[in-house]
């Protein structure tokens, strides 16, 4: 990068031998390529409650807004963030599909709604049955 390129972020800046580097935030790189991070169990540990897992308008799963509380005892289709891709286990979970591109959206190209209202993107993801 060079010297002169101004850059408003001072914590992502760091200069080297006289080279500067900018870091770019939350970049990921995500690989089917085995390795140890991809066979780490995520550990859940709530349970499943209709009140507080609510289902989509346009397609039969339920929302979870946080990778955290995905339930334990749950069988059916997940909604989870992207912020899921960075600790799915393919032992522990399939991924279906995107929320948008998923057969049995009722919106095809659009995303799930709860109670009418577009939410972020989704991942749907079901638990693999031993």
């Known amino acids: 990068m060079p010297l002169h390129y101004d850059i408003q972020t001072q914590t992502r800046i760091k200069v080297e031998n006289g080279v500067k580097y900018f870091s ?7 690989t089917n390529l085995d390795h140890a ?3 780490e169990e995520l550990k859940l ?8 897992y609510p289902t989509y308008d ?13 339930p334990v005892d749950y069988d059916g289709m997940i909604g ?4 899921f ?4 286990n393919p ?3 399939e991924i279906q599909g995107l929320d948008r591109y998923i057969e049995g959206n009722k919106t ?3 995303r799930f709604m709860i109670n009418g209202k577009e939410i972020y993107a989704r991942i749907v993801i079901k638990k693999r049955t031993t």
């Open 24 to 30: 770019k935030g939350s970049i990921m790189w995500f």
């Open 37 to 39: 991070k991809r066979h």
């Open 80 to 83: 989870v963030p992207l912020t």
């Open 45 to 52: 540990y709530k349970t499943y409650n209709a009140k507080e």
């Open 85 to 88: 891709l960075d600790k799915h």
């Open 91 to 93: 032992e522990q979970f």
């Open 108 to 110: 095809p190209n659009k």
């Open 58 to 70: 346009n397609y039969d799963a339920i929302e979870v807004s946080k990778v955290a509380e995905i």
